[in-house]
């Protein structure tokens, strides 16, 4: 069975002042894009392929559509609470990796059995960052 990685947008996205506060949406898509190849190389040293790639997105950037390679959830509310939602839900008997900064989340992911990384983890590597502004 797939491992499930799940990214959090707002924390990924945030974790660089790159001006992503101007268009959260467009930031979201940019992430969204840069993780593709993920789902087919995995993250060296943290997760191997295959993996299901999930982009829990909220507020501004509800909308973004998934691409092939990454599955975007839209949060109703709290892209945290969703998240910790997916783990329970879908983490199950698979290996399921958490990509976040936030102390709370991961205290709430770990306790359902997920790993965490830093931002860095999908920021970082192959996909990384474009070199394109906001």
């Known amino acids: ?11 990924v996205v945030g974790s660089v002042p790159d001006g992503w506060w101007r268009d959260r949406h467009g930031a979201a ?8 190849g ?10 191997e392929p295959p993996l299901e790639m999930v982009l829990v997105v909220e507020g ?11 599955r975007v959830v839209s949060a109703g509310g709290s892209g945290d ?5 997916l783990v329970a839900e879908e983490g199950g008997a698979r290996e399921c990796l958490v990509v976040t900064a936030d102390r709370g989340l991961r205290e709430r992911v770990e306790a359902l059995g997920a790993r965490v990384t ?3 983890a999908v920021w970082g590597r192959g996909g990384g960052r474009s070199g394109r502004r906001s």
């Open 60 to 70: 501004a950037a509800r909308g973004v559509t998934s691409v092939e390679g990454v």
């Open 81 to 85: 609470d969703r998240i910790v939602e």
């Open 118 to 120: 830093g931002p860095r």
């Open 38 to 47: 993920y789902a087919a190389a995995g993250l060296p040293g943290l997760v």
């Open 1 to 11: 069975m797939d491992s499930l990685v799940i990214v959090d947008a707002a924390n």
């Open 29 to 36: 898509e940019r992430l969204r894009d840069a993780l593709p």
